[in-house]
């Protein structure tokens, strides 16, 4: 009965959060978390093996569509200009985020869990406010950002796992291998598509009956998943690289990320999401000083951000260097992933793994109020 009433609870909430988000004007992710955090204290949702599974793969499946945003091409092909702020943007917000931690003595996690990148918000406000100057700078900053911080993601996974001995050598070095293999394919298979462009074509053909493309992508993504497993390295490094494969090499297929991204928003990625709200007890609210943190880890993480994002002053102009600044202020699924991560290894304690949970709700939510208002104020001043 018990696993009767999770499946029905799972599917309610896929089905019912994109309502909700439109009431409340709001992304369906941070609906989904609540529902599950909600509906989790209530009972209607539990531990389960298969939902922990599926959660999993969900998170995976995630990676990789945020690799899907990324055509390595045009990221080569991005000005020197652009590219030395961008390298500055980033030294800034570690800087930052290496001398609050150490100011106020909050631990080495604390130093890569602060200047978290992840593209998947912003991808959904290019939806909403279509390719603006600003939101163009923040896709290509945010494509380099989001590998920094998977990069950062697999070397403290593998030191909380092994710690800072020869464990951690190993895997860096392991690491470095293969991104190392990853280049030397990657510029094989550049050379492959240029001096035989047909190839691509034959892999994933326009006229396509059998879903040449999807089998294509899902095969690439269990490969390197598989591979990472194998090297013990992070495996959401893998499906990042994987997803990257798509726009990179077959920009024929202009739709396919976009039908990629329908299943995985669809099915697989909500039932991650609603498994972070289960794992959310709204009883921890009761928890002396957790809101007051979350409040001032979100408002940390929007700032630094904020500040960083000056950079871009010249090019963009203050208000649209604050809408960049703000639309990375929303590292949602890294800054969990990272959270639980560091939790589990006993890290943190349980008072800021619930924080940064919350924080991340927090700044989604009022993020994207800013953003919506800045933009209204911005269309009322073109208009006058």
Not at 200 to 215: C, G, T, V
Not at 227 to 247: D, N, Q, S, T, V
Request: glycine fraction near 6%; hydrophobic fraction near 60%.
């Amino acid at each position: 009965m018990g696993e009767t009433t999770l499946i029905i609870t799972i599917a309610l909430i896929i089905i019912f959060s994109p309502f909700f988000a439109k009431i409340l004007r709001l992304p369906t992710t941070p609906i989904e978390i609540i529902l599950g955090s909600i509906l989790g204290y209530i009972g209607f949702l539990h531990d389960e093996h298969l939902f922990e599974v599926v959660a999993e793969i969900g998170f995976l499946y995630l990676m990789f569509i945020a690799g899907t945003e990324i055509n390595l091409k045009d990221v080569i092909k991005t000005p020197k200009s652009l590219m030395k702020k961008i390298v500055l943007y980033l030294i800034i917000l570690y800087g930052f985020s290496i001398s609050f931690s150490l100011y106020f003595d909050l631990g080495k996690i604390f130093m890569v869990l602060l200047p978290l990148i992840s593209v998947g918000l912003v991808a959904a406000l290019s939806k909403e406010y279509g390719k603006t100057p600003w939101l163009e700078v923040s896709m290509t900053t945010g494509a380099i950002g989001e590998v920094v911080s998977i990069g950062f993601l697999t070397i403290t996974s593998a030191a909380l796992e092994s710690g800072f001995g020869l464990g951690l050598m190993e895997t860096i070095l392991s690491l470095l291998l293969f991104i190392f293999f990853m280049f030397l394919v990657f510029k094989a298979m550049e050379i492959l598509f240029w001096w035989y462009p047909k190839v691509s074509l034959i892999l994933m053909p326009h006229k396509d009956n059998q879903e040449q493309d999807i089998r294509l992508s899902i095969g690439i993504l269990f490969l390197l998943v598989g591979i990472m497993f194998y090297l013990h390295l992070e495996l959401a490094f893998g499906a990042f690289l994987a997803g990257i494969f798509i726009p990179t090499f077959f920009e024929h297929k202009h739709e396919l990320p976009e039908k990629l991204s329908s299943f995985g928003f669809g099915f697989l990625i909500p039932i991650f999401f609603i498994h972070i709200g289960t794992s959310f007890h709204l009883e921890a609210l009761n928890i002396d000083g957790l809101i007051l943190k979350a409040i001032v880890i979100a408002f940390v993480m929007i700032m630094m951000r904020v500040i960083a994002s000056l950079v871009f002053l010249k090019e963009l102009g203050f208000r649209d260097s604050l809408l960049m600044g703000l639309s990375h202020s929303m590292p949602l699924t890294l800054l969990i992933a990272m959270a639980t991560l560091a939790y589990n290894a006993n890290s943190i304690d349980i008072l800021h793994y619930y924080a940064f949970i919350l924080a991340a709700l927090f700044q989604v939510i009022s993020v994207m109020i800013v953003i919506k208002i800045i933009n209204i104020y911005k269309s009322k001043k073109l208009l006058n």
